[in-house]
């Protein structure tokens, strides 16, 4: 049994709550003659916190609750799984304790739930040690959620740490949840209106498609994702313009949105909206702080949009090899990549490196520099500006930070994998850097105990075997692996 820090009899909240909590009614009750709210959003917060990202993930849903003050249109409700050396804190849900519970949050308070027969393990008189890095932990929050809490409308929030590749590391278990492993095992019926992430390099073409009704799991209708590596948003401030008109917190202000009318479109608009100007006013409070945020971004995506994105990269690349003899078309895209002629290297989210692995290109900003590249063929030149064109369309809206010039809201803040394949890649010893790419894959792959490959993205279009390039994926291919009898480095034949 997980260590329960407190050293308390473990009781049902109800009698929790009235020994550690200041004593509150779930909903304030409405003033004489208020118009009834019904509930218009379900807020489901997952918090894979078996790490260190803890602390952070308190003080995140302590904001959250905060701003929403128990306005009766937003229910609130959270995983969490605790990890003993991460945190003491014992006032967010009235104790303290390790291991994975279920909450009701409140403005004060927090109900602790039972998980009935969608989630049987989180019981109100016993511990469990759940592994928040199984997919199927967040496939039974989603249906415990859903059939618990209906609403018209329900949004996922998922707190952790992410690669770009997989997601919501566990210390106890030794693994994290691959990107499509995630979607495979959660499965169509438990999709959900919108899908913000509170996570690392997560806003990728490849993750959009992947989670949108596209590739057949998992879908939301409008993604939220920070593309780069950094700090939380200020959420507090986001959900502060979140409330019914009739709720008190409304009150004096002319710019809530109203979550009976609120779309899955508006909620994304509002985080960059609100996101951006939090970056912002913490920047201007610190010179250091200006420094440390200077590259950040934060971006939404329609997903019934990504499709069109998807087949018209996919026709870019188809062009690129047709033109490609002797390497012509290749050499120009890495150019364009790389940079040089006093051309900075194209706007990335992974550092600025393109040769261990995980790099992470604008796509919008490698389509504006291949557009009018007359080093590129007539053909390829055409579907860059058709696939700029789809970006502009799937990107709701975007910010980012000073420190990627040539920024353009609504159109950058989404990534493409494009590494420098050949480059020799330092973590290997010199060893080839698409060695460290073979995550990205329509087969499986295994990496840190998670499945990180099978993406649609690179299986969608492809034909194996067949000598010719289809898709994005199988151009890389082309370019970087070893063509033997085998696949090469992933399996793969082109």
């Given at each position: 049994m997980p260590l329960h820090r407190s050293h308390a009899l473990v009781l049902p909240f109800s009698l929790l709550a009235a020994t550690a909590i200041a004593q509150q009614p779930a909903t304030p009750p409405a003033a004489p003659n208020a118009p009834a709210v019904a509930r218009a959003w379900t807020l489901l917060i997952y918090g894979a916190t078996d790490n260190d990202a803890e602390g952070d993930f308190l003080r995140f849903l302590n904001d959250l609750r905060a701003a929403i003050a128990d306005d009766p249109a937003l229910e609130l409700v959270t995983f969490v799984d605790r990890h003993a050396a991460h945190s003491n804190d014992a006032a967010t849900f009235g104790e303290d304790f390790t291991g994975g519970r279920l909450y009701r949050m409140h403005a004060t308070s927090a109900e602790r739930l039972a998980g009935g027969d969608e989630f049987p393990a989180c019981a109100l008189d016993a511990e469990f040690e759940p592994d928040s890095a199984d997919p199927e932990t967040l496939r039974q929050f989603l249906a415990f959620g859903q059939a618990r809490f209906p609403a018209p409308r329900t949004a996922l929030l998922i707190y952790g740490h992410a690669s770009g590749v997989s997601l919501c590391p566990d210390e106890q278990s030794r693994r994290s949840i691959g990107i499509p492993e995630l979607a495979q095992a959660v499965g169509n019926g438990h999709s959900v209106d919108w899908v913000a992430l509170e996570l690392c390099n997560m806003g990728g073409a490849e993750i959009a498609y992947q989670w949108s009704a596209f590739a057949d799991g998992f879908a939301t209708e409008v993604l939220t994702a920070i593309p780069n590596a950094g700090p939380p948003l200020d959420w507090r401030r986001i959900f502060e313009r979140v409330h019914s008109p009739s709720h008190a917190a409304s009150a004096g202000r002319a710019d809530t949105l109203d979550p009976a009318t609120m779309s899955a479109i508006d909620f994304g608009r509002l985080v960059v909206e609100e996101g951006g100007k939090g970056r912002l006013a913490r920047a201007a409070r610190s010179p250091q702080a200006a420094e440390r945020l200077a590259h950040e971004a934060v971006a939404s995506y329609q997903l019934d949009r990504i499709g069109a994105v998807k087949r018209a990269v996919d026709a870019f690349a188809v062009a690129l090899a047709a033109d490609d003899a002797?390497?012509?078309?290749?050499?120009?895209?890495?150019?364009?990549?790389?940079?040089?002629?006093?051309?900075?290297?194209?706007?990335?989210?992974?550092?600025?490196?393109?040769?261990?692995?995980?790099?992470?290109?604008?796509?919008?900003?490698?389509?504006?520099?291949?557009?009018?590249?007359?080093?590129?063929?007539v053909a390829a030149r055409a579907a860059a500006r058709a696939a700029l064109a789809a970006v502009d369309d799937c990107v709701v809206d975007s910010f980012g930070m000073p420190g990627y010039a040539g920024f353009t809201a609504g159109r950058h803040g989404m990534f493409l994998h494009f590494p420098d394949g050949d480059a020799p890649a330092p973590r290997l010893g010199g060893g080839r850097s698409w060695s460290r790419s073979c995550w990205y894959s329509p087969r499986p792959a295994k990496d840190h105990e998670a499945n990180v490959g099978e993406w649609a993205w690179c299986r969608d279009g492809a034909i194996e075997g067949d000598g010719a390039v289809q898709n994005w994926f199988e151009l890389l291919d082309r370019w970087y692996d070893v063509a033997d009898a085998n696949g090469g480095l992933n399996g793969w034949r082109v």
């Open positions: 002797d390497g012509k078309s290749r050499r120009a895209l890495e150019a364009l990549r790389d940079g040089g002629d006093g051309q900075p290297s194209v706007m990335n989210y992974s550092a600025g490196r393109f040769d261990d692995g995980f790099a992470f290109v604008d796509l919008a900003a490698l389509l504006e520099r291949a557009a009018p590249c007359e080093s590129l063929g």
